[in-house]
């Protein structure tokens, strides 16, 4: 296992268009986070998975915004008819069910541009 | 409301001191605190956990206090080298519906100067 993997690592899109990105978490790593990151800011929480159950979404920032985990491995971020002020990296992150001591893995993330 | 407070100034250290972050809270009672490191364009990376009970844990060079009467904690880089130059984010857990959520501060930028 090479930890985790986000895909794309760069999207440049038009204002307007939906965009999608994928995370695949460790495979022993039962949840999955989704984080938003700005410059000069630490990553800010949307959503995250315990297997394929969204456990919580409140803190997705619109209704624009929806994820998916449909089997319990990868998960995908949508963003629909994105705005100028969605350009920010987008970061997966993944731990296992229980406390540990391991903290939380993250991927690279996916650098989205709204031009 | 929950704060986590880290200094947005950059701090400036010569190679071989000792580097020292803190990390400040409010309206937590924190089990435990993570502390990150971030390169730019990259993910964050676990450095070192803390629990409520442990006042210090150490990793190599790396030395983490935890005060709970205070609501703070210092991160330590001993011998310090250009290559510990990132941002450096401290975490903590927020319980939300019986699950913990991983939140960040904004965290401090280390410069070392060789």
């Known amino acids: 296992d090479t930890g985790v993997s986000q895909d794309p690592r760069h999207k440049i899109t038009k204002r307007g268009q939906n965009v999608t990105f994928r995370c695949d978490p460790i495979s022993e790593h039962n949840r999955l986070y989704w984080y938003r990151q700005t410059l000069g800011q630490g990553p800010e929480f949307l959503t995250y998975?315990?297997?394929?159950?969204?456990?919580?979404k409140s803190r997705l920032l619109s209704d624009r915004f929806s994820a998916e985990r449909p089997k319990g491995s990868f998960s995908t971020l949508e963003i629909q008819r994105t705005e100028q002020g969605d350009s920010a990296m987008y970061l997966c992150?993944?731990?296992?069910?229980?406390?540990?001591?391991?903290?939380?893995?993250f991927g690279s993330g996916t650098r989205l541009t709204v031009v | 409301s929950q704060k986590i407070e880290q200094n947005s100034e950059a701090l400036n250290i010569q190679e071989g001191k000792t580097a020292t972050l803190t990390c400040n809270y409010t309206?937590?009672?924190?089990?435990?605190l993570q502390w990150y490191r971030q390169d730019p364009g990259r993910g964050p990376v676990f450095l070192l956990l803390?629990?409520?009970?442990?006042k210090e844990k150490r990793k190599e060079r790396l030395k983490v206090t935890f005060d709970t009467t205070l609501k703070q904690s210092l991160f330590h880089i001993t011998a310090s080298q250009p290559a510990d130059s990132a941002t450096y984010l401290c975490a903590l857990d927020k319980t939300s519906g019986g699950s913990y959520i991983p939140t960040f501060g904004r965290g401090t930028s280390l410069i070392v100067h060789p």
């Open positions: 309206n937590y009672s924190p089990a435990y």
């Open positions: 998975f315990q297997n394929e159950a969204q456990l919580e």
């Open positions: 992150a993944s731990s296992p069910r229980t406390k540990n001591n391991y903290g939380y893995t």
């Open positions: 803390i629990r409520e009970n442990e």
